[in-house]
């Protein structure tokens, strides 16, 4: 055990992609592994990429991890495709084109598709930032198809969100719900050599502003126009990560933002090793079809049962 | 509380109303009325709709329910809206067409768009199919958008699952992922007078064969051809529904479906009500915001402190 965390630390790619695969899997090697190596997180930057299929996140993804390299930094790429089986699977399709990237050793890339019975896709994805954190790698790129509520529950992980904007796709401020809005720390604007593209920019940039003003939220989101496909505007976007980043650690909000996931983080956990446990013991020594037994044939209520199981398990 | 599960029972629609909003709240009253009522549900056959976006979905549900009408069975719908808010909103707005329906007393209409921080919609869902069960309905209907996690989830409460697949929306087999052939009872083709239906109608015919050929599955899919607008089909549809159902009673699978479904939900129960109920602990007396402190210091793991609070709270 020690001996992955270790090589972890040291760089090793098959060690972090092995403890990954037990992550997915749920393998219970994976919890002491995990524990050694979280002292040794919290040095990486998130960056989440969010937005409709189609809006060009992987292409932009890749353009920005490009320009981070060029900076000097590593990056950790994790594509997450929570979507239907109808509209998904572009992501995965895509990471086909960035063969580019996978040769170079101061980039890692993950992709996931699948989710488990409990805990989510959401759980997993912040316990593979973790493993990339302590990796070493200095910005971690989260890349989410869509904002349903896996997505926003993934996107959450990030530290600064850019919600990606495409004319044409529907993609108008009016067709956000509410709450949306509020996940964007910084606007794309991508593929802005297309029609529609100014009338998008001055309609989410007019909503940004009544909203800053409205809101007098400190940090006023800034709306940037790339062409991910020809490189354009990528430098301008990574300067507003910074910027945002600049902003979070001067005010202190970086730190609150870290604490509440924590907070969240640790509350997920004990949710999901309490199923883990509740399920092994009940289903252990056959009481649970015994239970189910008695529920089906209507002669006790789910409810009930509950309650009783409960009260017998749980330390008053 | 008394009185809420007798108004259910006798029908008022006023009632059912109150408890589901209670339900949805996870405000703690329904809990009693939920457990008065459990005895009298199991009545209900429960259909599922599901599909991508723009399929067609609510105009089907619409038709389908006037056709259960005419046969003088009574309807519930619950119309389930997880998806993201770039393609969603569909079912809540396709709703306001609904008002033919909703003058019918034998029709009591139910949307659901959003969702808790942990237990989920799908489990939502499932109280509010209970509550409809209890409350008379013969049939509900369970209409979903696509076919992601959550939408798995809640469509599994469907005893007959209807996949709605339309010409010209990328809804080839081909793009369709593990799993999603599976779950679908019926094949709809909708919208089948538009270009490219009759190459659809034979994709799935053909691979529907194949599956059935290769698991040896008792029940072969139907694919059924409709064009929801018009009415043409529907009867058809709804002729697929009980023939399924008569499947379902005649060989047993019905039992064993609702079984496996008290199973997940007992669990589901226990679950949500244990974690609940320690939270509250962690909470009510700054312990957690104490861990928290810890966490982000990094001088405790949230393995170990998810360890730590579940031995002290859980008995051996």
Same mark, same amino acid.
């Given at each position: 055990?020690?001996?992955?965390?270790?090589?972890?630390?040291?760089?090793?790619?098959?060690?972090?992609?092995?403890?990954?695969?037990?992550?997915?899997?749920?393998?219970?090697?994976?919890?002491?592994?995990?524990?050694?190596?979280?002292?040794?997180? =919290?040095? !990486?930057?998130?960056? =989440?990429?969010?937005?409709?299929?189609?809006?060009?996140?992987?292409?932009?993804?890749?353009?920005?991890?490009?320009?981070?390299?060029?900076?000097?930094?590593?990056?950790?790429?994790?594509?997450?495709?929570?979507?239907?089986?109808?509209?998904?699977? !572009?992501?995965?399709?895509?990471?086909?084109?960035?063969?580019?990237?996978?040769?170079?050793? =101061?980039?890692?890339?993950?992709?996931?598709?699948?989710?488990?019975?409990?805990?989510?896709?959401?759980? !997993?994805? =912040?316990?593979?930032?973790?493993?990339?954190? !302590?990796?070493?790698?200095?910005?971690?790129?989260?890349?989410?198809?869509?904002?349903?509520?896996?997505?926003?529950?993934?996107?959450?992980? +990030?530290?600064?969100?850019?919600?990606?904007?495409?004319?044409?796709?529907?993609?108008?401020?009016?067709?956000? #719900?509410?709450?949306?809005?509020?996940?964007?720390?910084?606007?794309?604007?991508?593929?802005?050599?297309?029609?529609?593209?100014?009338?998008?920019?001055?309609?989410?940039?007019?909503?940004?502003?009544?909203?800053?003003?409205?809101?007098?939220?400190?940090?006023?989101?800034?709306?940037?126009?790339?062409?991910?496909?020809?490189?354009?505007?990528?430098?301008?976007?990574?300067?507003?990560?910074?910027?945002? %980043?600049?902003?979070?650690?001067?005010?202190?909000?970086?730190?609150?933002?870290?604490?509440?996931?924590?907070?969240?983080?640790?509350?997920?956990?004990?949710?999901?090793?309490?199923?883990?446990?509740?399920?092994?013991?009940?289903?252990?020594?056959?009481?649970?079809?015994?239970?189910?037994?008695?529920?089906? +044939?209507?002669?006790?209520?789910?409810? %009930?049962?509950?309650?009783?199981?409960?009260? %017998?398990?749980? #330390?008053?």
């Amino acid at each position: 055990m020690q001996d992955y965390a270790q090589q972890v630390l040291e760089g090793s790619p098959r060690a972090a992609a092995r403890l990954i695969s037990w992550l997915e899997d749920e393998d219970e090697r994976a919890l002491d592994v995990m524990e050694r190596l979280y002292p040794h997180t =919290g040095r !990486a930057y998130i960056v =989440g990429i969010t937005g409709s299929p189609g809006a060009g996140k992987s292409t932009l993804t890749d353009k920005l991890t490009f320009a981070l390299r060029r900076q000097g930094l590593t990056v950790g790429i994790i594509a997450v495709d929570p979507s239907s089986p109808f509209t998904g699977g !572009a992501v995965l399709g895509d990471r086909v084109r960035m063969s580019r990237l996978s040769t170079d050793p =101061g980039v890692f890339i993950r992709s996931m598709a699948t989710r488990g019975f409990l805990g989510g896709l959401a759980k !997993a994805t =912040g316990e593979v930032v973790k493993v990339l954190d !302590a990796f070493g790698k200095d910005v971690i790129v989260i890349e989410t198809v869509g904002v349903g509520q896996d997505e926003v529950d993934i996107i959450r992980l +990030a530290d600064t969100t850019c919600l990606v904007l495409v004319p044409g796709l529907g993609d108008t401020i009016q067709s956000m #719900k509410a709450g949306v809005m509020e996940i964007a720390d910084i606007f794309v604007i991508n593929k802005a050599d297309r029609p529609g593209a100014d009338q998008l920019y001055a309609e989410v940039t007019t909503r940004v502003e009544q909203d800053a003003h409205l809101k007098e939220r400190a940090w006023t989101p800034p709306v940037v126009r790339t062409v991910a496909v020809e490189d354009q505007g990528v430098d301008r976007l990574l300067e507003a990560v910074h910027d945002h %980043r600049r902003f979070l650690e001067d005010s202190g909000a970086l730190e609150d933002k870290r604490r509440r996931r924590a907070r969240e983080e640790t509350l997920q956990m004990i949710h999901g090793e309490l199923f883990r446990r509740i399920r092994d013991r009940l289903t252990a020594d056959g009481e649970l079809e015994a239970l189910v037994d008695e529920i089906a +044939a209507k002669r006790r209520s789910p409810y %009930r049962v509950m309650r009783e199981v409960i009260g %017998r398990w749980l #330390k008053e």
